[in-house]
């Protein structure tokens, strides 16, 4: 058999919709669709290559898994990350894995409000006492699979961020020159997040709770994300001799 008709009978073993979605990570990790930019309609896809729209779904959907784009109602599909996600990660090492983070999920239906952090709340949170905070609360799933929760996550973003990223949940991707404290303790799920995550009102969770400072020291942006304790584990790997980054204290 020659290789163009090996070739052939290869890409008839392939369902189409594999091959369309193949092809679509192809472009994007190659550049030729940028983080940010938006992909062709489904409409547009099925023309193009002469599919289904229910084949160009299942394409698009494999993308989704993946991490590399979301679809948004009055958007259309964006692309998020230029190579497929890793599987999330409740514990960051590295401003790139916060990003890869909120690649890989996304707030199902959050709610928002406004605080002004008086004494008891600025005690609790940290938060400077007196100060104004917008607040996106909601369930986290992974993109694509709004099947599978992560965790319960709640964001407290100063005031002055435009109004859209909170209404849509969007949260902020960290810069690089930012710095980042982030805390690991142990908690319980309220009712709210304990019937989101599928679980009994009080069980154990697994809080993360990060702090992203300006490079002038100001608090800009808390996360707290609590998650199933049966369902998360922290495990680190200790090195002869080495001095340890963090150290854990009693509260």
Request: include cysteine; charged fraction near 25%.
């Given at each position: 058999?020659?290789?163009?008709?090996?070739?052939?009978?290869?890409?008839?073993?392939?369902?189409?919709?594999?091959?369309?979605?193949?092809e679509?990570?192809?472009?994007i990790?190659?550049?030729e669709h940028?983080?940010?930019?938006r992909?062709?309609?489904?409409?547009?896809l099925?023309?193009?290559?002469?599919?289904?729209?229910?084949?160009?779904?299942?394409a698009?959907?494999?993308?989704?898994?993946?991490?590399?784009?979301?679809?948004?109602p009055?958007?259309?599909?964006?692309?998020?990350?230029?190579?497929?996600?890793e599987?999330?990660?409740?514990?960051?090492?590295?401003?790139?894995?916060?990003?890869?983070?909120f690649?890989?999920?996304?707030?199902?239906?959050?709610?928002?409000?406004e605080?002004l952090?008086?004494?008891?709340?600025?005690r609790?949170?940290?938060l400077?006492?007196?100060?104004?905070?917008?607040?996106?609360?909601g369930?986290?799933?992974?993109?694509g699979?709004p099947?599978?929760?992560v965790?319960?996550?709640?964001?407290?973003?100063?005031?002055?961020?435009?109004?859209?990223?909170?209404?849509?949940g969007?949260?902020?991707?960290?810069?690089?020159?930012?710095?980042?404290?982030?805390?690991?303790?142990?908690?319980?799920?309220?009712?709210?997040?304990?019937?989101?995550?599928?679980?009994?009102?009080?069980?154990?969770?697994?809080?993360?709770?990060?702090?992203?400072f300006?490079?002038?020291g100001?608090?800009?942006?808390?996360?707290?994300?609590?998650?199933?304790?049966?369902?998360?584990?922290?495990?680190?790997?200790?090195?002869?001799?080495?001095?340890?980054?963090?150290?854990?204290?009693?509260?």
């Amino acid at each position: 058999m020659s290789s163009r008709a090996s070739q052939a009978a290869k890409n008839t073993s392939v369902p189409k919709h594999q091959s369309l979605a193949e092809e679509l990570v192809a472009k994007i990790t190659g550049g030729e669709h940028s983080v940010g930019e938006r992909l062709p309609t489904e409409a547009e896809l099925c023309a193009e290559h002469g599919l289904a729209r229910g084949t160009v779904r299942q394409a698009l959907r494999q993308l989704e898994e993946l991490g590399m784009i979301a679809r948004r109602p009055a958007v259309g599909t964006i692309v998020i990350a230029p190579h497929p996600t890793e599987p999330y990660r409740p514990i960051v090492q590295t401003t790139d894995e916060i990003r890869a983070t909120f690649a890989a999920t996304r707030l199902v239906r959050p709610s928002t409000s406004e605080l002004l952090a008086d004494a008891r709340t600025a005690r609790i949170l940290g938060l400077p006492r007196g100060s104004r905070w917008s607040v996106v609360t909601g369930l986290r799933v992974q993109r694509g699979r709004p099947a599978h929760p992560v965790c319960w996550s709640d964001h407290y973003l100063r005031s002055e961020y435009p109004v859209e990223v909170i209404q849509q949940g969007e949260i902020p991707v960290v810069p690089d020159k930012f710095r980042v404290e982030q805390t690991i303790s142990a908690s319980t799920l309220s009712r709210e997040m304990a019937e989101a995550l599928e679980t009994a009102p009080g069980s154990p969770a697994l809080l993360v709770t990060r702090r992203v400072f300006e490079p002038g020291g100001s608090l800009i942006h808390l996360e707290t994300h609590s998650h199933r304790a049966d369902q998360f584990e922290v495990t680190t790997v200790v090195q002869p001799g080495k001095t340890p980054a963090g150290r854990a204290r009693k509260r």
